[in-house]
């Protein structure tokens, strides 16, 4: 997924599930390294922007 324009807020559903289960991810810092937060257990990494975009699966928008 070529999209690179995220937003701080924005909720991100990853290729793999966390070790928690969770698909779903808030987006809580911008720059080179992301920092993404788990919406089921609250755990937060930073993931360089490249490797994001790869992992990506889809951009959840405020409908759904």
């Given at each position: 997924?070529?999209?690179?324009?995220?937003?701080?807020?924005?909720?991100?559903?990853?290729?793999?599930?966390?070790?928690?289960?969770?698909f779903?991810?808030?987006?809580?810092?911008?720059?080179?390294?992301?920092?993404?937060?788990?919406?089921?257990?609250?755990?937060?990494?930073?993931?360089?922007?490249?490797?994001?975009?790869?992992?990506?699966?889809?951009?959840?928008?405020?409908?759904?």
């Amino acid at each position: 997924m070529e999209n690179n324009n995220y937003e701080i807020g924005t909720k991100i559903i990853l290729k793999k599930k966390h070790p928690c289960g969770g698909f779903e991810w808030e987006i809580t810092r911008l720059g080179a390294d992301i920092k993404i937060k788990c919406l089921t257990c609250g755990r937060s990494l930073f993931i360089p922007r490249i490797d994001l975009n790869k992992k990506i699966k889809k951009i959840i928008t405020d409908g759904e």
